[in-house]
């Protein structure tokens, strides 16, 4: 078992939810501090209980997005918008990828790599 690291959120839920382990604090007191529903909070206590303090760290900690991107399309794109579509926005950058590259990018996205 490795050593996980928390943040001062979830140091908070832990103190919070071992005072409702030890009954000094009920679950509906503990909903109103940490912001879930009180069912919400149940079943984080429940998992408290069975796993410890480390059932408040999020499963998916450390892994990849499921959004990313194959690496290599960023500097792809950012190279064809350089060359093709500098004096483009990014809406309409992004709508040139697709149209005429085939490379699905949102603006958002195209709008941040032109930024950077």
């Known amino acids: ?31 109103a501090i940490l912001g879930p529903s009180t069912r919400q909070t149940r079943r984080v206590v429940v998992a408290c209980q069975a796993s410890g303090g480390a059932s408040v760290i999020h499963k998916a900690r450390g892994r990849a997005s499921n959004k990313r991107l194959i690496e290599g399309i960023r500097e792809y794109a950012v190279e064809l918008v350089r060359s093709n579509y500098a004096d483009l926005g990014p809406s309409l950058a992004s709508e040139m990828l697709l149209s005429k590259h085939d490379l699905k ?3 958002e996205t195209s709008r941040m790599w032109m930024m950077a």
């Open 1 to 31: 078992m490795g050593f996980l690291t928390t943040s001062g959120n979830e140091l908070q839920r832990i103190e919070v939810l071992a005072e409702v382990l030890s009954r000094r604090r009920t679950e509906e007191s503990a909903a």
């Open 105 to 107: 990018v949102s603006r």
